[in-house]
Nanobody, 121 residues
Framework: QVQLVESGGGLVQPGGSLRLSCAVSGSIFSIIATGWYRRAPGKERELVASITNGGTTTYADSVKGRFTISRDNAKNTVVLQMNSLKPEDTAVYYC???????????????WGQGTQVTVSS
């Protein structure tokens, strides 16, 4: 069993900051990459940011320069620091881990339950 537990969502004013954290636990051989996705009302889920176990990061154009993803490999935790938040960042944010449960096994995606981020004055 793999569990992803997100925390840190909430209500913030435009221009404010929030820090999302995702703790990955379970019997895991290797985490290949972790990432944050979001789904706004009436829209498709989209990638916000991702990071590989080697530290390579990817960001959506809409968040570049404002959001930073980081990972603590020893603790299997990934953090999304969100600054200069805008109303259009309002969404449910989901953490995803791409992981192997055993050496040589297939790689699967595992998702957290989501955390609400609302940017409003």
């Amino acid at each position: 069993q793999v569990q992803l537990v997100e925390s840190g969502g909430g209500l913030v004013q435009p221009g404010g900051s929030l820090r999302l954290s995702c703790a990955v636990s379970g019997s895991i051989f290797s985490i290949i990459a972790t990432g944050w996705y979001r789904r706004a009302p009436g829209k498709e889920r989209e990638l916000v940011a991702s990071i590989t176990n080697g530290g390579t990061t990817t960001y959506a154009d809409s968040v570049k320069g404002r959001f930073t993803i980081s990972r603590d490999n020893a603790k299997n935790t990934v953090v999304l620091q969100m600054n200069s938040l805008k109303p259009e960042d309002t969404a449910v944010y989901y953490c995803k881990a791409k992981a192997q449960l055993r050496a040589g096994s297939l790689v699967y995606d595992y998702w957290g339950q989501g955390t609400q981020v609302t940017v409003s004055s």
